[in-house]
């Protein structure tokens, strides 16, 4: 899916970004736990090098807890990664997260200097809220949208801790495509971006594989049938989703569906896993070789162009010419 949704402050919040994570100690990235790897952003971790990172899973208490573990243990695998898992409202982790930022920067932290830390996140992954827990007190605006706060602001967070916090930022090329439908089922880009029936359909497919128990209790259904389609008609026959003449409106239990994925209706769900992954990423690979295979063709196509016989005995013809005048000249230099 194409999330056509990549503000103007966006690009400005990057650029800031690349300029004062030099100055920076320690980057804190909050991601959000049902989507670790579609909510991590590519474009920081190009530029992090080997700065220490702590990833903070946040909204925990909406995710799949086994798969939240799993996916811990994934990200730390990666060298200078630290993880720990919040919900919007655990007060109590707060110690915990400034102990672990000063356990990253043991050198900054035994010193009278501060820790400089920068707080990143995609849009409405809940960062502005941690801020204000982090510093007991209200500093960042929260919304229950995305894209609340527009601009990189410096925050006195008290025991030897300043941080930046920066806007929510998504990045303007999603290359695998089941990201944006992620984001999109998550409530990281705005409604007006993305199309309901599309993620819908993406995210009843996905639920009825992976957890079709908890579709089976939140709509009341005897059974799960095997397609996306065919669940949505049977759920907008327990929601009440029909028009006139019978008719099922598909945007409506979309709508139903997604509103009830995103507040935790549903369950506790993760909408992806690290096996997953592995098997995208394979398949992101394959297309970009072929997409590049296929402009190769083209470059070359065009660079032949399109010849009829008759040109193509000319263009030879003229090979062979210019070919023998080039002899010609060489004997000519020898002599």
Known sequence: MAVHWFPGHMHKTLKEVKE??????????????????????????????DKPCIKILNKADL????????WQTQLESERGIKTITTTTDN???????????????????????????????????GKSTLINILADRVIA??????????????INLGSGVVLYDTPGVLWPKLENPNTGYRLAASGAVKETAMEY?????????????????????????DTIPDTEIEFLEMAAKTRGAIMSGGRVNLHKICEVLLTELMSGKIGRI????PE???VEKQEMLEAAAKKLAVKDKRKQKFKDGSL?????DRKEKREIKRQEQSARMKGDKRK
């Open 63 to 70: 995710a799949d807890p086994e798969l939240t573990a799993r």
């Open 270 to 273: 993760t909408l992806e896993t």
């Open 91 to 125: 007060i109590n982790k707060s110690k915990q997260i400034m102990d672990l930022i000063r356990k990253t920067c043991p050198e900054k932290d035994a010193s009278v200097k501060n820790i400089t830390a920068m707080i990143i996140g995609i849009p409405n992954v």
């Open 20 to 49: 004062t994570l030099p100055s920076v100690d320690v980057l804190i990235e909050v991601l959000d736990a049902r989507i670790p790897y579609s909510s991590e952003n590519p474009e920081v971790a190009k530029i992090r090098g």
């Open 141 to 154: 605006k929260t919304g229950n949208e995305p894209a609340v706060t527009k601009n990189l602001q410096r």
């Open 308 to 312: 009829t016989p008759d040109k193509q």
């Open 276 to 278: 997953m992954l592995v």
């Open 197 to 221: 029936d599309d993620v819908g359909f993406y995210a009843a497919d996905y639920l009825i594989k992976a957890y079709p128990e908890l579709l089976k209790q939140r709509f009341k259904l």
